[in-house]
Structures are given as C-alpha cells and as structure tokens.
C-alpha cells in the first residue's frame, strides 16, 4: 500500500531555512504528482506546492512564491520542500500527499517558526 513519510520539520527563528522529505513507498512513484500541503492551528489544509511526475511542472501558493521549493528524485522516491525566509505564520504541520486509488497522506512534520 500507499506510504508517505515526511521528516525534517522543527523549531526556527524567522528568516531561517528547513527542508523537508517525504519518502514514498508501494506506488510508482515517478508516474504521479506530488503535492504538500500544512494545516496551521484552528485552520483548513490548504495545498502549498504541487509538482509533475517527470518534476518539470511546479505550482506554488500565492504565500510562499520565492521562498519555498519544490523538488523530487525519483531515484530515491523522495520529494522535497526547501523553506526559505520562514515566517510565524509558516507555523503548521506540512504533509505530504498523493492521488493514488483516492487520498494518500503522510503523518506529517511539524514546523515552528519563532523567536
């Protein structure tokens, strides 16, 4: 079966960088999109970037246009999220998703962003 797992969430200061992985196993994975979503306290998911299964199509939410990146290897079945400039309200849990026979998510990662 479908499984996601995410890493590289944590605590950083405002203006600092993470990269988050999600690791995909039990699909092909270089045949389907691949997306990241957070969910902040009290508030809906919402998509934060979207990518191609060949990784030659991003798409960004408004928020985070010029500061995060999306990537993958499918040599590795990974998809990537590098998170610059962080701001407090980048604080949510960002997990990774697929559209395969339905929903597919990961358990997700935690990012704080804070002083």
């Known amino acids: 079966q479908v499984q996601l797992v995410e890493s590289g969430g944590g605590l950083v200061q405002p203006g600092g960088s993470l990269r988050l992985s999600c690791a995909a196993s039990g699909f092909t994975f270089s045949s389907y999109a691949m997306s990241w979503y957070c969910q902040a306290p009290g508030k809906a998911r919402e998509l934060v970037a979207r990518?191609?299964?060949?990784?030659?199509?991003?798409e960004y939410v408004d928020s985070v246009k010029g500061r995060f990146t999306i990537s993958r290897d499918n040599a590795k079945n990974t998809v990537y999220l590098q998170m610059n400039s962080l701001k407090p309200e980048d604080t949510a849990v960002y997990s990774c998703y697929v559209r395969r026979l339905g929903d597919n998510w990961g358990q997700g990662t935690q990012v704080t962003v804070s002083s």
């Open positions: 990518i191609s299964p060949a990784g030659t199509t991003t």
